[in-house]
């Protein structure tokens, strides 16, 4: 017992952090990417703020601004290297949740080209002969591009609606004399808002303090006060973009997006359970202490899962559910769903691969990877890598591991009757989604966090445990849960990035550079087409430090010892205003009360050199 309560204030302290490790850093030491968008200082013949004024007149009702996919593109080498990392994340986010797709320029009439000038902007529609896409300083910003990238797609901003004047005010008394062009709206003969509502939410809004004059008077305000916090978003596009932007461009479904269920249905997505085997997942449906993940118990009498029993029967009974048969575009795939295991040690998720055989019947079993239970009984996130480039199916098998009836597992199993201690103990699963992209490089879990940023206070610094690259480098990532940055809308919470000392180090390449880390915070939402996940990135290149020291050099040489890893870990470099406490709190940040950050260190070298010359094709 004592042991224990002494490893329960070792977590303690560990989670209210001394600064062991302060050496914290801001990517945007002047602000940069507070409001790229608005493009103050550019000498562009820009409207509303990064509106490229088109030569003729541009109506994005006009079918000639639409563009046939895949939008070739050209990434200039002027761009920053991360700008060029960010635009290839903001391609896959389209990938994942429209029908917009993109590729490498060859020779085509017409093209996007991303340049370097002086801020972020863009036209709107496809211009038909090839149009630049300018991103400038803090523009290399995942959510930023999304933004342009619905510019030269067809839209505008969402405040120049025809009926804005319903939802928000305009105070163009408090606008920068000469600036007040950048709040014009349009007619409906010339925009059409695709028979939507109105979205505050929308990636395309502007924000409350856009081209004001006195820094406390905002420019816009929003009719329903409480979207004031949330106009002018950049997380990711919202429900409504994606909407309007899969019904412009007639989209029957996302490209990259194989297979979702959340079990909210008895037809559970087409999954079927295997006849050969001992007994049957359980389609549940939630009730209070044995909750689903989709709703988590949000609404009374819903939300279900899928559930198989081991609190009795025979050893290694076992279930397995299949997925329907699913077409792979593209080599690998990432399966991620939330599981939650309360019984015997021993039991086990298997995640199985069934695919063609060759001869058209999708039968060739293989197992990619087996989950066992542990002392954590809440709902976890799991990723599994799948590399499939024929038809195949994903099966999931749970297996009974404890002896009957759960004897043996701890001295005191035989005394308790187990099934009253852990309800409904056993195997459980929701949240499935198996999109063709990469699964995260490395997932950090934080639990009770709406606890954690109560307690918090600028000093609080939360370090990840070492992480492995693919390359083979450790990185970490510091949390501040509440950084000392605030605005109008409250606290922020802050992410770092940082090197580690590994057990590869003496076969690395050093210094690191060329490699991209990208950090996100993931909205837990059940559908991924709807989640706003947020990201930020950096790049890490020769930078040397006040003394000399190359920035992204072996942390053994460049770091600081931390104890509490026995590793070394060098100086992080990262965002304070990362995420809003008002974001967090709202959507699906912190289902759970978990908050799930992925992080990626990859290497980019190969966009060092992208720029093709513009050379159109005879035709
Ligand atoms: C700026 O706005 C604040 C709040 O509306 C107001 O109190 C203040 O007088 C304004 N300052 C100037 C210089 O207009
Ligand atoms: C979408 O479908 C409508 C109706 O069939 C058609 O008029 C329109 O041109 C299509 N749009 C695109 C971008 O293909
Ligand atoms: C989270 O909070 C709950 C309730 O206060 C507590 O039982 C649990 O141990 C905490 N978990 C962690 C990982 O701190
Ligand atoms: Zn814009």
Redesign the pocket.
Known sequence: MKLLLLLLGL?AAA?HAIPVFPDVHEVYANGEDENPLMNLGSDANLIEGDILLPEGRNALIDKRYRWTFPIPYILGDDLDLNAKGCVHQAFEMYRLKSCVDFKPYEGEKTFIKFEKRGGCFSSVGDQQNGQILSLGVGCDHKAVIEHELLHALGFYHEQSRTDRDDYVDIWLDQVIPGMEHNFNKYEDDFITDQNTAYDYESIMHYRPFSFNKNESAPTVTTKISVFNNIIGQYLDFSRMDILRLNRMYNCSGPLTLLDQCAFESDSVCGMIQSTTDDGDWVHTKSRPGVEDHTLLGRCRDAGHFMHFDTSSGPPQASALLESRTLYPRRKSQCLQFFYKMTGDPQDRLVVWLKVDDGTGSVRKMSKIHTFYADSDHSWKIAHVPVASTVKFRYSLQAVRGGATPMAGATPMAGAMPMAGATPMAGVYVDDVTLTETQCPGAVWRI??FS?VMETADANTYINSPPFYSAEGYAFGVSLRPRSGYRDYTGDYAGLYFHLISGENDAVMDWPAVNRQARLVVMDQDPDVTMRMSTARSLTTDLTTMADGRLLWDDPSKVGTLDPSCSCYRGASWGWSNFVKHFDLRRRSYLKN?DLIVFVDFEDITSLVKTEVPIQPRPV
Request: hydrophobic share 15%; aromatic share 0%; no cysteine.
């Open positions: 977590a989670s639990q009770n606890r009360d």
